[in-house]
């Protein structure tokens, strides 16, 4: 790697996938996660391996499946991050069925260093483990001292989801909403329940920024429609069960020209440098999985995107990017109560 080459791309964070459990099997999910799968990371290579990325990232995300069914890798994962970035649990909220196990779990849990847990919650969810569910989940991670966010996921305007927004704020909770990805168990939900908020993903893509590591040991760019990719996508960085060395991967990535043209760009305008034409019809995801899964666009994309200026404008979008993120980074951390109660 030249020495004189800038670097174009930094990373926000780490969702680890501790496990494929979950007591639920929810037709939206895409890691199609459920009470029949079994597989687990392995810390052999789980541990040193986020040794490595830690330099890397800036909050480390524990989720699955259901990390609440793996509280020993929880925790060991949790020590071994040391309180150097924010440690977050990511639950469908099922342990709130056993409040005293779960009380226990929570305390190891912020014991080991996690700050956060985020809840999720869905009409997808619902069949499975209502909104009462959910906010009993929050009370007892609020009582436990540590903050809570739930995370809702549906379209704009939807009833439901304007429903559960007032009983989660009435309940002292905050939240943020997501979208649909139409990825894993989700590519067989009708169309119509995908998108809404396109006119945000027509620039530059932050997403791809925060990295995944999955239970087979798979470091990904993107922590979550990228799962399927095969080796031969641009986002797939790293085999860590193999032995690769995910540091020298991500030091690799950070100059990645492909991968910071997602960030800075977006995946349609890149597919419009080749000529390729997409729609707002198909998921800004779809286009961008397919895009950087073609090892003949990648290498093409990399050509022109090879140029002095080009490379001036990747590096000027990671300054500003980095400017932002940072603001509103300390920001979101500091505005979590020492109640439990989330401000931000």
């Not at 007591?23 to 079994?38: D, L, Q, V």
């Amino acid at each position: 790697m030249p020495a004189e080459r800038p670097p174009f791309l930094e990373f926000t964070g780490l969702a680890v996938l501790v496990t494929a459990r979950c007591p639920f099997a929810c037709a939206h999910c895409y890691t199609r996660s459920g009470p029949k799968r079994e597989e687990r990371l392995d810390l052999a290579w789980a541990l040193p391996g986020l040794e490595a990325i830690l330099p890397h990232v800036r909050a480390v995300s524990l989720t699955g499946g259901e990390p609440f069914l793996e509280p020993e890798l929880v925790v060991a994962l949790a020590r071994q991050v040391g309180g150097r970035v924010p440690v977050s649990v990511v639950s469908a909220g099922d342990f709130a069925r056993e409040p005293g196990e779960a009380a226990r779990t929570l305390a190891a849990f912020r014991e080991a260093g996690v700050v956060l847990v985020n809840l999720s919650h869905d009409a997808h969810h619902a069949p499975f483990g209502g909104l009462e569910l959910v906010i009993s989940a929050a009370r007892l991670c609020q009582a436990a001292g540590l903050p809570v966010i739930v995370q809702l996921t549906g379209r704009p305007g939807e009833p439901a989801v304007a429903e559960a927004t007032r009983r989660l704020r009435a309940a002292g909770v905050d939240l943020f909403r997501a979208e649909l990805s139409p990825f894993g168990r989700a590519e067989r939900l009708p169309p119509e329940l995908f998108g809404g908020s396109e006119a945000a993903t027509e620039g530059g893509c932050s997403n791809l920024r925060f990295l995944s590591l999955d239970y087979r040991g798979v470091l990904r760019a993107c922590c979550g429609p990228t799962l399927d990719c095969g080796p031969e996508s641009a986002y797939v960085l790293a085999d860590l069960a193999a032995g690769d060395d995910p540091g020298a991967a991500l030091q690799a990535a950070r100059h990645d020209r492909v991968l910071a043209g997602v960030a800075a760009l977006g995946p349609r305008a890149l597919a419009a440098c080749l000529g390729r034409e997409t729609s707002s019809e198909v998921p800004v995801c779809k286009t961008c999985v397919e895009l950087l899964s073609d090892p003949e666009a990648t290498r093409r994309l990399d050509a022109l995107l090879s140029s002095r200026e080009q490379e001036r404008r990747l590096v000027a979008s990671q300054m500003i990017f980095r400017e932002t993120f940072e603001r509103d980074f300390d920001e979101a951390f500091a505005s979590v109560g020492e109640d439990g109660v989330g401000r931000g």
